[in-house]
């Protein structure tokens, strides 16, 4: 069992910045990969971005890619979305997850474990 919190959401302008955090406890979490994924209402929820348990490998939605950056610390058990050049359409709630299958990384079904979000509001 793992249990994910969120944090980090908030107001911020076009062209700002954010980071978010995903707090992770329970056993063995470090050895999950983690993904980011967003949902506006009336849309199905997206891929944002991923890494893999040991930080070696991340992956990004290509609407994000260049302007988000995705990290770990696992000594802290904590997974971060550092988000810049904020745009309106980033405008969505936030979700971490966890899964330790070798399933896609992209897809919601692969992952187990999800926390229960935080509002990102982008304003233009």
């Known amino acids: 069992q793992v249990h994910l919190v969120e944090s980090g959401g908030g107001l911020v302008q076009a062209g700002g910045s954010l980071r978010l955090s995903c707090a992770a406890s329970?056993?063995?979490?470090?050895?999950?990969?983690i993904g980011w994924f967003r949902q506006v209402p009336g849309k199905e929820r997206e891929f944002v971005a991923a890494?893999?348990?040991?930080?070696?490998?991340?992956y990004y939605a290509d609407s994000v890619k260049g302007r988000f950056t995705i990290s770990r610390d696992n000594a802290k058990n904590t997974v971060y979305l550092q988000m810049t050049s904020l745009r309106s359409e980033d405008t969505a709630v936030y979700s971490c997850?966890?899964?330790?299958?070798?399933?896609?990384?992209?897809?919601?079904?692969?992952?187990?474990?999800w926390g229960q979000g935080t509002q990102v509001t982008v304003s233009s």
């Open positions: 997850a966890a899964k330790d299958n070798s399933k896609s990384a992209a897809s919601l079904d692969s992952y187990a474990y």
């Open positions: 329970g056993r063995t979490s470090s050895t999950y990969t």
């Open positions: 890494i893999t348990r040991n930080g070696g490998n991340t």
